[in-house]
């Protein structure tokens, strides 16, 4: 379905026409396999949870803490745009934030561990807007001992 | 998203971006992407399919191992288990609205009487995933479809909330709408697509046909807030928004 030529014409054209950053050069970070990562799931679709301050378009581009012990009645999508699927989301939250899978894998040896955080940011958000909030993030990456992101987007 | 990817890297940690628009991971050469030919809004692929999701995790770590870097963009080779979105399946809502029996009474009464029926199903729904999506909007739902419908008889003066503008106390209002309307309508178990749930929710509720016009009302509205939410928020462009 997110083949383009899939999607209905007008959403084809936005998507065509959103408007892209530019990096002059892509930077690469070598490290471990996988066996030795500990990893962290970033998202951009928007989750938060129950009781927390919903994402706001133009609102800033912060970000939500998802502890990887939340209960995931708890965890809300509040992504503004309405052009993709919810009921995937709707029956199971690893659509879009594997954590149980990820344990499976830290449960069978294929990563090293699962990070005790993981994070949302809201993806209707201009890339240059989210660089300081993503640099700061890092930092608690970093504290947390992760060496690997999976990034999702919706 | 492929943004973050650059930031990340950049400060030193590895990354892995599950990419669904094949065109802007090569625009923006996020430094190790796989694509997924899947529905926007699964970037796993399918709800409650532990080994396929697993499939797709594991070729995305994958790519951490490879020394084609910097920009490794690798494509998922197989689709998604279960019907594609756009297909049509033999779901049917098992809520049938009937037609009202007073032919004077307003559709916010219509869309509460569709509340009342859906709300054993929406209970169906609760216990049997354990969660709910509603809960976007501190209204309770009632509150939330009446606050919508309200716009039909002109726009509210305030919002229903303290400190939230308009706009988006309907924005969110109309999501909690959807999403009570979806989960109650999907609770029994079996094959559904997302464009199923879309038809029925846009054409066949009052509820769809609230917000459609609701829709149409905003355009026209004095309020920034709810013009933007109108033209860009509430219909999705499969349904013409």
Known sequence: MARMEELVESEQAHLRNLPLPTYEKTPWVQGPPASQRRVAIVTTAGLNLRGEQPFRMGAGADYRVIPVSSDTADILMNHVSVNFDRTGFQDDVNIVLPLDRLREMADDGDIESVAAFHYSFMGATDPAMLEPKARELAGMLKEDNVNAVILTPV | ?241
């Open chain 2, 1 to 241: 998203m492929c943004g973050l990817a650059h930031f990340f890297e950049d400060e030193g940690i590895a990354t892995v971006l599950i990419a669904l628009v094949r065109e802007h991971a090569e625009a923006i050469r996020s430094p190790r992407a796989l694509w997924v030919p899947f529905e926007l809004g699964r970037p796993l692929g399918a709800p409650n399919e532990p080994a396929f999701q697993r499939q797709v995790l594991g070729a995305a770590l994958d790519l951490l191992d490879s020394k084609a870097g910097p920009v490794v963009l690798e494509d998922f080779p197989d689709d998604a288990p279960g019907p594609k979105a756009e297909e049509t399946t033999s779901w049917v809502c098992p809520v049938s609205f009937g037609a009202p029996d007073d032919e004077d009474v307003s559709r916010a009464v219509l869309m509460s009487r569709e509340l009342e029926t859906l709300a054993p199903w929406y209970q169906v729904s609760l216990d049997e995933r354990g969660r709910t999506r509603v809960g976007v909007s501190p209204l309770n739902i009632g509150d939330a479809a009446q606050f919508v419908a309200s716009f039909l008889d002109g726009e509210p003066s305030e919002s229903p909330v303290e400190g939230q503008k308009l706009g988006l106390a309907l924005k969110d209002a109309c999501a909690d709408v959807l999403a009570y309307y979806a989960e109650a309508a999907t609770a029994q178990p079996g094959q559904k697509s997302g464009s199923d749930v879309d038809r029925w929710f846009w054409s066949d509720t009052v509820a769809g046909q609230v917000l459609r016009d609701v829709r149409l009302l905003g355009l026209d509205s004095a309020d920034d807030t709810v013009k933007f939410v109108a033209a860009k928020l509430i219909l999705p462009k499969t349904q013409g928004g």
